[in-house]
């Protein structure tokens, strides 16, 4: 029902989407048929979400961002301004690929930097944070930094977005929040 979310007058929401409540969707942005948005999420300007496309709760699309088909972001991520995700592999404008669309899926509480490019059939961890302008080519463990083109992984981060520092004992403390994290033998951050 509309008035269960906002949509700016200039908005496009096709037919057959789920947008929910507390939503807010700005300036010239397109919802097309089939996608599903959660509860209070925020849709910036010049946005289109493709079919099928879903959004968890409170996720933050800036301006200029495409999500195509084939994306799945969970509760709380942030996708920066104008990062790109793509769904073929080997796009050909000649060549119609619909059925060979790869999926993206993005976990809870992970942050993409403006101008980032997410290649598609690589999955996000949860809380990892990609740099802006990074080109992430391989899938990304959950608290990785990952920087660079092609992206790399430069540290881990806490839930709260600060770079990790482990000690001698693979312990970290986020000085924001003081909750501690573990970097475990397999090279995975847990918290703890």
Same mark, same amino acid.
């Given at each position: 029902?509309?008035?269960?979310?906002?949509?700016?007058?200039?908005?496009? $929401?096709?037919?057959?989407?789920?947008?929910? %409540?507390?939503?807010?969707?700005?300036?010239?942005?397109? $919802?097309?048929?089939?996608?599903?948005?959660?509860? *209070?999420?925020?849709?910036?300007?010049? &946005?289109?979400?493709?079919?099928? !496309? #879903?959004?968890?709760?409170? #996720? *933050?699309?800036?301006?200029? #961002?495409?999500?195509?088909?084939?994306?799945?972001? /969970?509760?709380? &991520?942030?996708?920066?301004?104008?990062?790109?995700?793509?769904?073929?592999?080997?796009?050909?404008?000649? $060549?119609?690929?619909?059925?060979? @669309?790869?999926?993206?899926? !993005?976990? %809870?509480?992970?942050?993409?930097?403006?101008?980032?490019?997410?290649?598609?059939?690589?999955?996000?961890? /949860?809380?990892?944070?990609?740099?802006?302008?990074?080109?992430?080519?391989?899938? &990304?463990?959950? @608290?990785?930094?990952?920087?660079?083109?092609?992206?790399?992984?430069?540290?881990?981060?806490?839930?709260?977005?600060?770079?990790?520092?482990?000690?001698?004992?693979? $312990?970290?403390?986020?000085?924001?929040?003081?909750?501690?994290?573990?970097?475990?033998?397999?090279?995975? #951050?847990?918290?703890?």
């Amino acid at each position: 029902m509309q008035s269960d979310y906002f949509a700016h007058e200039s908005a496009f $929401i096709d037919e057959g989407c789920k947008i929910g %409540r507390g939503t807010k969707i700005w300036h010239f942005s397109h $919802i097309m048929t089939g996608s599903v948005i959660g509860e *209070k999420c925020n849709i910036g300007q010049n &946005v289109v979400v493709s079919p099928d !496309v #879903v959004l968890g709760r409170n #996720v *933050k699309v800036q301006n200029n #961002v495409s999500i195509y088909t084939g994306v799945i972001c /969970e509760d709380d &991520v942030f996708l920066g301004p104008s990062m790109v995700f793509t769904n073929v592999v080997n796009p050909r404008s000649h $060549i119609l690929r619909k059925d060979q @669309y790869q999926p993206t899926h !993005v976990g %809870r509480g992970a942050t993409i930097g403006a101008n980032a490019t997410i290649v598609c059939g690589n999955d996000i961890g /949860e809380f990892a944070f990609i740099g802006a302008g990074a080109v992430v080519t391989k899938s &990304v463990p959950a @608290y990785a930094l990952i920087i660079g083109n092609p992206g790399r992984q430069a540290g881990w981060m806490s839930e709260f977005g600060h770079k990790l520092a482990f000690n001698e004992f693979r $312990i970290a403390v986020c000085p924001e929040s003081g909750e501690k994290y573990e970097l475990t033998s397999e090279g995975k #951050v847990i918290k703890l």
